[in-house]
Structure formats: structure tokens, C-alpha cells
């Protein structure tokens, strides 16, 4: 089986030569690399002679991380797989071979992921998931208080499961954490990670491609989307934990709280909505959830004074509005 390995880059030079790096010492060799970048960086591009495996380096189309994908897609040729992985990630010498694997067992299998490990600092640097360690680790009144509550009705109590989207439309968040790779095989699961992301190719095509409601912003949920269209063509999303990556997300810049909160609750509601809605409680929990997202992003912007986190309450006035197909 031969795999497209689709890299959206905004040339940031050594997290990215990192990554090719990485996929040059990969045991499966039947690859090649797409990289889409909104230009082209003479710097990169003389590096890319140095790589044993075929490089296209391109300029993007129209603008945003959705329309890069498709533009990825129209190029993959006869790619049996698609893979997307992020410009700062670095894999495993058998990530590939793994992923390949799990495709070649099953014909049933549309989807393939991996854990997505992130170092202490990364993980310190991503709202959310500083945000849940917090809860577990403060010991003070308020946050033990309002913990018990958030983690109940937002993550069922189980923030850590792996490839799990829970009725209040949050994604569980084990496979960023090495437990994940300690499991005795691959399980089936619900969603594909954004940065190790791989589904058949004819699949991906016969689903018209990435859906471009989710290209502003950064992209969000535009994987996740696809995971579940996936599954409800009936096919299996399978987590091998041997399918590793490790996403160096503390390398790059603009980490921490994102600033487009507009689009980044747009894209959240517009995929519960599609996706996710499943009775009278579940949809209450995802209410809580949005009001929660809500006031994170006001707090947020008392303390930075960042004017883009006001973005959140017209984005969710907007989601809720917009048309769903």
C-alpha cells in the first residue's frame, strides 16, 4: 500500500526538518511527502535534496488549513492512504509500517490513528489539558468543587480514556499521554487524532473531501468530522499504539490559549450538531459545556487583555445559527 504523508507547513524551519528527518528513517518505505505552505522557502527547499524519499514542496491554493487538505487530496494521485501529520511532529521509525498494518488487516478499517505524546511543557502550554491537570493536582476548596462537576458532566469522569468523544461533545484526551502506548493492541475508537490522521484515500474522495465550514479559524474539528462520517459509512476507526508520533508542540510559536475563539466554538458547535446529539441529557451536558467554553474565554481575556477571546459569544450565537448538512 502506498501512503500520501500530507504536511501543512508555515516553514518553520527546524521543527519541520525535524519531522523529515524522522520520516527518512522510516522501515516502511512506500511513501512520499506532500508539503502545502502558503509560500515557498528557498532555505527548505535547497534541504529537501538531502531526503531518500520523493518530496513535493508547493505553494498553497486558497488559504486555510481545510483548503490545503483538499488541495493535498486532488494531488494524491493513487495513494491508497492519506496521512496528515503536523510540521512540528516527529514519528516513530515504525509508525508507518504500524499504520499500514492495521489497514492490511481489516478492508473494513477506514481510519487509523496513534498516540500523539506531548512533553511536560507542551502539555502546560495547551489550555485544556493544563486545565484538567490543574483539577486533579490544586487542592484548594473551589477547584476541588468545581473539578468534580466539570469532569462529571463534561468527560464523564474520564478525561484520559483514548479516541472518545463524550455526550457533552468534548474528545477524550488519553493519547497524548504514554499510557496509551502501553496498550496489549489496537482498539476500535471514535475519532482520529488531528496531527496523526490516516484514512483510505478512495474513502476520503468518495466523502467529498474535508468539509470547508471548518476552513477558518485554525480548522478545528475538519479530522474529526471526517472520523465520523467514516463510521457512519460503517467502517472501523482502529488507535494503534504502536502508531507513534510525538508532537513538539513547545517548539513552535502561538502556543498556549488560542486567540480564535470565534471559529474555534464555531466549528465546535457546527460538529456537535452534526455529529453528536443524542437525547434530552446529552444535549444539556453539551449546553454546559458551550456556557463553560464561554466563561474560560472571558476570563481569559480579563487576564491577557486579548480582544479576539470575545470572539466566543458571537461564534456561538453564529454556530448555532448556521445551516448543518
Same mark, same amino acid.
Given at each position: 500500500?502506498?501512503?500520501? #504523508? ?12 525535524? !519531522? /523529515?528527518?524522522? /520520516? ?9 511527502? /506532500? ?29 486555510? /488549513?481545510? @483548503? ?14 492519506? #496521512? ?38 507542551? #502539555? ?34 474520564? *478525561?484520559?480514556?483514548? +479516541? ?19 496498550? *496489549?493492541? *489496537?482498539? @476500535?475508537?471514535?475519532?482520529? @487524532?488531528? !496531527?496523526?490522521?490516516? !484514512? ?11 468539509? *470547508? ?14 472520523? !465520523? ?26 502556543? +498556549? ?21 443524542? +437525547? ?46
Amino acid at each position: 500500500m502506498q501512503a500520501i #504523508i500530507f504536511i501543512p507547513t508555515l516553514n518553520r524551519f527546524t521543527p519541520l526538518i525535524n !519531522c /523529515l528527518d524522522s /520520516l527518512d528513517k522510516q522501515s516502511y518505505r512506500d511513501f512520499w511527502v /506532500l508539503m502545502i505552505a502558503p509560500a515557498i522557502d528557498q532555505k527548505i527547499s535547497n534541504r529537501l535534496k538531502n531526503y531518500t524519499f520523493h518530496i513535493r514542496y508547493i505553494k498553497q491554493g486558497k488559504t486555510g /488549513l481545510v @483548503e490545503a487538505a483538499n488541495q493535498a487530496l486532488t494531488l494524491a494521485g493513487d495513494s491508497d492512504i492519506f #496521512i496528515r501529520i503536523d510540521d512540528d511532529v516527529v514519528v516513530d521509525k515504525d509508525w508507518l509500517t504500524n499504520m499500514v498494518k492495521s489497514f492490511d488487516k481489516n478492508q473494513k478499517v477506514g481510519g487509523v490513528t496513534g498516540p500523539t505524546l506531548m512533553t511536560k511543557k507542551g #502539555i502546560e502550554s495547551r489550555d485544556v489539558l493544563s486545565f484538567i491537570k490543574r483539577f486533579y493536582e490544586d487542592k484548594s476548596f473551589l477547584w476541588q468543587i468545581v473539578g468534580k462537576i466539570y469532569l462529571k458532566l463534561i468527560y464523564n469522569n474520564n *478525561p484520559y480514556a483514548i +479516541g472518545r468523544f463524550f455526550p457533552s461533545g468534548a474528545f477524550s484526551l488519553g493519547s497524548n499521554y504514554a499510557k496509551s502506548t502501553k496498550l *496489549p493492541k *489496537p482498539v @476500535e475508537v471514535d475519532n482520529l @487524532e488531528a !496531527c496523526n490522521f490516516s !484514512c483510505r484515500t478512495k474513502l476520503l474522495r468518495q466523502l467529498g473531501g474535508f468539509d *470547508p465550514i471548518f476552513n477558518r479559524g485554525l480548522g478545528e474539528y475538519h479530522e474529526a468530522d471526517i472520523a !465520523c462520517k467514516l463510521r457512519r459509512l460503517g467502517y472501523k476507526l482502529i488507535f494503534n499504539p504502536k502508531a507513534l508520533v510525538w508532537h513538539k508542540v513547545e517548539t513552535t510559536k502561538n502556543n +498556549g490559549s488560542r486567540p480564535d475563539a470565534f471559529y474555534r466554538i464555531f466549528n465546535f458547535i457546527v460538529f456537535y450538531r452534526r455529529h453528536l446529539k443524542k +437525547g434530552r441529557g446529552a444535549y444539556l451536558q453539551f449546553i454546559l459545556n458551550v456556557i463553560m467554553q464561554n466563561c474560560y474565554y472571558a476570563y481569559t481575556f480579563l487576564k491577557t487583555g486579548k480582544l479576539s477571546l470575545l470572539g466566543a459569544l458571537p461564534g456561538t450565537v453564529y454556530g448555532f445559527l448556521a445551516k448543518i448538512t
